[in-house]
């Protein structure tokens, strides 16, 4: 659940970078609209497309990664659903193994001391 949480808080920290860097692009663009000559407006031209097909793939890659998360949250609630004691058991075992791999850590922490 935890890493869901991180994934998602990742993502939209990318999306939300994403369109500040395109905004900051788009102000870019305005300010150097009056350098005039053939190179300088087939470099706007470049990167307003460039920056389209960059937009356009990230709302892609987020609607994709998005519906992937609700297909794995769907799959697991319905897993755990017809399956409560086999969900029992694993969140069982891994928590004695966390258990466990704390118990060691502190262990050895003590023994160097």
Do not use: C, H
């Not at 994934?7 to 788009?26: I, T």
């Not at 470099?43 to 990230?58: D, I, W």
């Not at 799959?75 to 969900?87: G, I, K, L, S």
């Amino acid at each position: 659940m935890e890493s869901n949480n991180y994934a998602s808080s990742s993502r939209e920290k990318l999306v939300e970078d994403f369109k500040v860097l395109s905004k900051d692009v788009q102000e870019l663009l305005k300010a150097t609209a009056s350098v005039v000559g053939e190179r300088a407006t087939d470099a706007r031209g470049k990167v307003q497309e460039s920056l389209k097909v960059a937009q356009e793939k990230l709302s892609q890659v987020s609607a994709q990664a998005k519906d992937k998360g609700q297909a794995a949250i769907t799959a697991t609630d319905v897993y755990v659903r017809d399956n409560p004691w086999n969900a029992v058991g694993v969140a069982a075992g891994v928590g004695f193994l966390l258990g466990l791999g704390f118990a060691a850590g502190t262990f050895l922490r003590r023994s160097d001391d």
